[in-house]
């Protein structure tokens, strides 16, 4: 198991989130109601992501909690995929609905390498 899917395992229950995965990306949806852009940060630090969240609660000033289940902040550090990258990620929030795009890496391309006898010199060209 990946170590970004065991880590969001780790998240507070109230979190609910998914971890999709296409052949040039993967797409993290994180349920995080009463949050916005602007009350929303993610970056990549190394090779973790990293989600900072504040929900904005509003309610009538005739009332008061009596109970208060649903935390105020998220603070949570994932390790990326060992093959995703930062280079081209978006992230967007949605009512309460953060999504974050990190690419793939693009695989590498096929090199032949010429192989050489004892004494040739590669640099040298037929002529």
């Known amino acids: 198991m990946s170590a970004l899917r065991e880590a969001l395992r780790d998240l507070p229950d109230t979190v609910f989130a998914d971890l999709l ?11 995080l109601p009463g949050t916005t852009a602007e009350t929303v940060d993610v970056s990549v630090e190394g090779r973790r992501l990293v989600i900072e969240a504040r929900r ?12 208060e289940d649903r935390s105020l902040f998220l603070d949570a550090e994932l390790p990326l995929p060992d093959d995703a990258t930062d280079e081209g990620a978006t992230a967007a929030v949605d ?3 953060l999504e974050v795009r990190l690419p793939k890496r ?10 050489q006898e004892p004494g040739e010199d ?5 002529g």
Do not use: H, M, N, Q
């Open 21 to 31: 995965e296409s052949d040039d990306a993967y797409r993290l949806v994180v349920d």
């Open 56 to 67: 904005e609660k509003a309610f009538p000033p005739a009332f008061r909690f009596l109970r």
């Open 95 to 97: 009512d309460g609905v």
């Open 106 to 115: 693009a695989a590498a391309a096929a090199t032949t390498i010429d192989v």
């Open 122 to 126: 590669p640099d040298e060209t037929d």
